[in-house]
């Protein structure tokens, strides 16, 4: 077969698969005919557990390597991001988790050997925008609050597990009013209603901003029983960002006082921040070897 041609002058590719992750394998040989299909070297292929990813990481850092692709979940891919990040390489980040938001936002496929052809078959690299909250950086999403049980509430209903999903409508529902209440300026601007669920969404991602230098928020304000349950719902079916009770805006930067510490989900991943908390963009954040998709 005549080997298809990309114009990336890479002399030394690393792949990092780490093999906990939930849809992840050795396919080292399957990788090397890619990378062979498209006139590149063979990849330094490193079969991990996560306990030593970081340090591999570090010692890719140092060794010449100039394309990092990482295999793995949501955590895999924000430490290969940061990584390549770093050391001013290009990422390719391979879907091997559940959620796989970034493999996701680069690809549109959760399929692996898509994702990798895309990648390789690219003439050119991108940046890829960040957010930046509180020193942490997010290539996809933010989720500030308790809902962050939303996500794998869908997750679930799109992998088929109706039953699942259903189940966690309750949680759903008592994650909105229960959560921790705290208040937000957008740009500058103070706005009055208590929330304790704040979505942030990095430009091109689907059914994102639709600016390449804003965010989109959506907020869910203190509600009634009745419309919870209706957010509750649309959020489970479709996207919570669509009920009438939830505002929606674009804006550069965002700051949330409250009190104490609240739940975050960055990329899928999860931690606590205290507040106050400061969101802003970055427009460059991190090369991507990737097409550049409008967001949807």
């Given at each position: 077969m005549k080997n298809?041609?990309?114009?990336?002058?890479y002399r030394k590719p690393s792949v990092i698969i780490n093999l906990a992750s939930g849809r992840t394998s050795d396919v080292s040989d399957e990788m090397r005919k890619q990378f062979a299909v498209y006139g590149l070297p063979p990849p330094h292929i490193h079969l991990l557990s996560p306990e030593n990813i970081t340090s591999c990481l570090e010692r890719i850092s140092k060794d010449g390597t100039d394309l990092l692709v990482v295999f793995g979940g949501d955590g895999t891919c924000m430490a290969g991001a940061a990584q390549a990040r770093s050391s001013g390489i290009p990422l390719v980040a391979l879907p091997g988790g559940t959620m796989n938001m970034l493999p996701k936002s680069l690809?549109?496929?959760?399929?692996?050997?898509?994702?990798?052809?895309?990648?390789?078959?690219?003439?050119?690299?991108?940046?890829?925008?960040?957010?930046?909250?509180?020193?942490?950086?997010?290539?996809?999403?933010?989720?500030?609050?308790?809902p962050v049980v939303m996500s794998e509430a869908r997750e679930s209903l799109r992998d088929g597990d109706v039953l699942n999903a259903v189940k966690r409508v309750p949680e759903?529902?008592?994650?909105?009013?229960?959560?921790?209440?705290?208040?937000?300026?957008?740009?500058?601007?103070?706005?009055?209603?208590?929330?304790?669920?704040?979505?942030?969404?990095?430009?091109?991602?689907?059914?994102?901003?639709?600016?390449?230098?804003?965010f989109e928020i959506a907020s869910a304000p203190q509600l009634t029983?009745?419309?919870?349950?209706?957010?509750?719902?649309?959020?489970?079916?479709?996207?919570?960002?669509?009920?009438?009770?939830?505002?929606?805006?674009?804006?550069?930067?965002?700051?949330?006082?409250?009190?104490?510490?609240l739940n975050i989900l960055l990329d899928g991943e999860p931690k606590q921040l205290d507040c106050p908390i400061s969101i802003h963009l970055e427009t460059k954040g991190v090369r991507v070897l990737a097409p550049k998709f409008s967001a949807q």
């Open positions: 298809k041609t990309t114009n990336g002058s690809y549109r496929t959760d399929n692996w050997q898509k994702a990798l052809s895309l990648a390789l078959s690219r003439g050119r690299t991108r940046w890829q925008t960040a957010g930046n909250i509180n020193g942490h950086l997010f290539y996809c999403g933010a989720i500030i609050g308790d759903i529902i008592s994650a909105i009013s229960d959560g921790s209440e705290f208040r937000y300026e957008v740009d500058g601007t103070i706005f009055d209603a208590a929330a304790n669920a704040l979505h942030i969404y990095c430009p091109a991602m689907s059914k994102g901003a639709k600016n390449s230098d804003t029983l009745t419309r919870l349950f209706g957010v509750g719902a649309i959020a489970l079916a479709d996207d919570w960002r669509t009920s009438p009770d939830i505002f929606v805006t674009e804006a550069k930067s965002v700051k949330v006082s409250g009190c104490g510490s």
